[in-house]
């Protein structure tokens, strides 16, 4: 039974960093498409990261690039998200998935309804 486990979220100041974190179980990372989401004001899941599951490379949200840094650690089946230089309109819930073979199509992330397995989800709050 596949399982991810979030860690690392909280409170930080404008400017800030945070690394999330997402152990998963009953699965090998190097097999599944992997994405980090966060939830908008409007309760939609926008993708903000995620890896392809055929050649491993990375895609970003332009929202993020250059801020956020994904990354994998397959010995410890985790995977990251490092945030840098934190925004208010950072705030929200993030969560991380993965999906058996999922790669990325067009150079854009895929939709959350592409993944079956998520994490429980980690606030992140940004605040003075």
């Known amino acids: 039974q596949v399982q991810l486990v979030e860690s690392g979220g909280g409170s930080v100041q404008p400017g800030g960093s945070l690394r999330l974190s997402c152990l998963a179980s009953?699965?090998?990372?190097?097999?599944?498409?992997l994405g980090w989401f966060r939830e908008t004001p409007e309760k939609k899941l926008q993708e903000i990261a995620c890896?392809?599951?055929?050649?491993?490379?990375?895609y970003y949200d332009y929202s993020v690039k250059g801020r956020f840094t994904m990354t994998t650690d397959n010995a410890k089946n985790m995977f990251f998200l490092d945030m840098n230089n934190l925004r208010r309109d950072d705030t929200a819930v993030y969560f991380c998935?993965?999906?058996?073979?999922?790669?990325?199509?067009?150079?854009?992330?895929?939709?959350?309804?592409?993944?079956?397995?998520w994490g429980q989800g980690t606030q992140v709050t940004v605040s003075s």
């Open positions: 998935a993965a999906e058996v073979g999922l790669g990325v199509v067009s150079g854009s992330c895929p939709r959350d309804w592409s993944y079956d397995e």
């Open positions: 009953g699965m090998k990372l190097e097999d599944y498409g």
């Open positions: 890896i392809d599951s055929r050649d491993g490379r990375i």
